[in-house]
């Protein structure tokens, strides 16, 4: 499976960004998405995850509220809408996708089968 992120940029704090994770090769079925980011000098970090096929989904506290996560079955994409975004939100952000839950719900970044190249996203306040 080949990843493509897009729709990073910069935007003010309280602004909002949406970023797509869109799979060619095959389809994400029998897949678990997940979005990751590494802000500057910080270690790559879960953000949020769903189901491909079960449609369940998984947020980090850091943007619970804030972020959600949605498939787009049209595009055979998955859909990252980040709202109220704020400074601490500024990171290059990864898309992922791995058949094992358990792979994603550990965080085991080198486990991941698949890994899409970073989208920046530069939020100033």
């Known amino acids: 499976v080949q990843l493509q992120a897009s729709g990073g940029g910069s935007v003010q704090a309280g602004g909002s960004l949406t970023l797509s994770c869109a799979a060619s090769g095959q389809t994400f079925s029998n897949y678990v998405v997940a979005w990751f980011r590494r802000a500057p000098g910080k270690e790559r970090e879960f953000v949020a995850r769903?189901?491909?096929?079960?449609?369940?989904?998984g947020i980090s506290d850091a943007v619970k509220g804030r972020f959600t996560i949605s498939r787009d079955r049209a595009k055979n994409a998955v859909v990252l809408q980040m709202n109220s975004l704020k400074s601490d939100d500024t990171a290059v952000y990864y898309c992922?996708?791995?058949?094992?839950?358990?792979?994603?719900?550990?965080?085991?970044?080198?486990?991941?089968?698949?890994w899409g190249k970073g989208t920046h996203v530069t939020v100033s306040s």
């Open positions: 769903i189901g491909w096929n079960s449609g369940r989904t």
């Open positions: 992922g996708a791995d058949p094992s839950l358990s792979t994603i719900v550990r965080s085991d970044v080198n486990g991941v089968n698949y």
